[in-house]
Every structure is written in C-alpha cells, then in structure tokens.
C-alpha cells in the first residue's frame, strides 16, 4: 500500500488507490522463461528412422500407446525398455489389463521384416489384437503424363 506525504502541517497521511504492476510483470516474465524451458524437455521420445507410409491418417488418441522396435531389436514401451519375454505383463500394468487398448507399434527401418512380426506374434499372445503400425506421413506418387 503506497502512502504520500503532504507538506502541510497535517501529520494525516493519505493513501493511493494505485496498483503496481511492475513486481506483476516480473513474475509472468519469469514464469514464461520458465515454461520454455521446460516445454522441450517434457516431450523425450526415443529416436526411430520410420518408414513413410501414403495411407489417410487416422485420429490419435490422447494418450497413445507406443511400443517401438529399436534398431538394435530392443523393445521399449513408450521410454522404458522392456525385456521381450516381459512384454505381456508390462502392458498389462501399463494398460491395466485393458486388452482392447490400441497398440501403435513403430520399428526403425532397419529392423527386418521378421523381428516386426516376431513382435506382433508377442503382442497376439499377450491378448493384445489391436495393433496399428506408425509410420511417416508421405505425399503420393502422382502418375507420369504418357
């Protein structure tokens, strides 16, 4: 609260109605340095070469399951590796034994056609059908005039 001194003989002292804005500024700016910094820090995924795919995109859900095939044929679930012989049950903690979650499965291109499929046969065994592959968005071949 602000006060003024008047150069009266009144030893009153009258109070201002005016907000400081100032410390207000401060603080948002702060805030905003803050929340770019810390933007790009919370969006960590694992780095996969993916192949591209020309098929229409479909809608992701809001918290899509991922599990990628890294190029060294290691298995994680969103960023937490995981052991191919435990894949059944860490998704069935990550999912909480919803088998009809979706699964978005990602594999870096060099993985061989054979791993991919290793895994799929993995996930039907573990009760999960609902597999769909990710891939990169590709604009289609246009036909060549004749």
Do not use: C
């Amino acid at each position: 609260m602000g006060a003024r001194l008047k150069t009266g003989g009144d030893d009153d002292l009258a109070e201002t109605h005016e907000i400081n804005v100032t410390p207000f500024i401060d603080v948002m700016l702060v805030l905003l340095i803050i929340f770019m910094v810390a933007a790009p820090l919370a969006t960590v995924d694992i780095a996969v070469d993916l192949p591209a795919s020309t098929a229409e995109r479909q809608p992701r859900p809001d918290k899509p399951l991922y599990l990628t095939v890294k190029p060294d044929l290691s298995v994680a679930i969103g960023d937490d590796a995981v052991a191919r012989e435990a894949l059944g049950p860490a998704l069935d903690r990550t999912t909480e034994n919803n088998r009809d979650t979706r699964v978005f499965l990602r594999a870096d291109k060099v993985v061989p056609y054979g791993e991919l499929m290793e895994v799929m046969n993995l996930l039907r065994s573990a009760g999960y059908l609902k597999i769909a592959l990710v891939g990169l968005d590709q604009a289609p071949a246009v036909a060549a005039p004749r």
